[in-house]
T-cell receptor, first 112, second 111 residues
Framework: DAGVTQSPTHLIKTRGQQVTLRCSPK?????VSWYQQALGQGPQFIFQ???????QRGNFPDRFSGHQFPNYSSELNVNALLLGDSALYLC???????????FGSGTRLTVV | SQKIEQNSEALNIQEGKTATLTCNYT??????LQWYRQDPGRGPVFLLL?????KEKRKERLKVTFDTTLKQSLFHITASQPADSATYLC??????????FGSGTRLLVRP
């Protein structure tokens, strides 16, 4: 049973560009959350999707947007990239009323 | 604002000893509290969840306590092994399934 799959694994972008990261949740999971993790820090909550709607949002600017598709997969879009957006972006999925989130291995984004 | 605090300094212990990690939270009333393990370059891995009405939860060599009065959770690994070396993340969660992480505590188990 595949866990959470994220693509791409690594990405290098130029400041000002736009990027789309993708996530396929674990089979049977309907809730997807995205996190940004800087080196040496804990994951920071970006937003959560359930039933194709953004349900919760962390303290991130509108440059960060997302989408959830009917098959529960999700995308994270970041516009007007800044150097400070360089981080590991993690996708996590869960099934409502179940214990624990399953995380992907992340996408390492470098903005130059 | 919500704040989750974990020991920022690494915990360095001898193999076979019990490791105890602390998580304190403020301005928050989580319904659940989860603990995760994270290895370098990898995503966190779920270990245990404890509910607000539970005082203690055990799973093999792991034990978690949850004190809603002190706003604190303790995470114990008994008979620690070098393979337990990793960063351990505390993550309170409210009823909306929004999971917020602390910065993590790095555990080093010496053989």
């Amino acid at each position: 049973d595949a866990g959470v799959t994220q693509s791409p694994t690594h990405l290098i972008k130029t400041r000002g560009q736009q990027v789309t990261l993708r996530c396929s949740p674990k089979s049977g999971h309907d809730t997807v959350s995205w996190y940004q993790q800087a080196l040496g820090q804990g994951p920071q909550f970006i937003f959560q999707y359930y039933e194709e709607e953004e349900r919760q949002r962390g303290n991130f600017p509108d440059r960060f947007s997302g989408h959830q598709f009917p098959n529960y997969s999700s995308e994270l879009n970041v516009n007007a990239l800044l150097l400070g957006d360089s981080a590991l972006y993690l996708c996590a999925s869960t099934e409502r009323n179940r214990d624990g989130y399953t995380f992907g291995s992340g996408t390492r984004l470098t903005v130059v | 604002s919500q704040k989750i605090e974990q020991n920022s300094e690494a915990l360095n212990i001898q193999e076979g000893k019990t490791a105890t990690l602390t998580c304190n939270y403020t301005n928050y009333s989580p319904a659940y509290l989860q603990w995760y393990r994270q290895d370098p370059g990898r995503g966190p891995v779920f270990l245990l969840l404890i509910r607000e009405n539970e005082k203690e939860k055990r799973k093999e060599r792991l034990k978690v306590t949850f004190d809603t009065t002190l706003k604190q959770s303790l995470f114990h690994i008994t008979a620690s092994q070098p393979a337990d070396s990793a960063t351990y993340l505390c993550a309170p969660m409210d009823s909306s399934y929004k999971l917020i992480f602390g910065s993590g505590t790095r555990l080093l188990v010496r053989p």
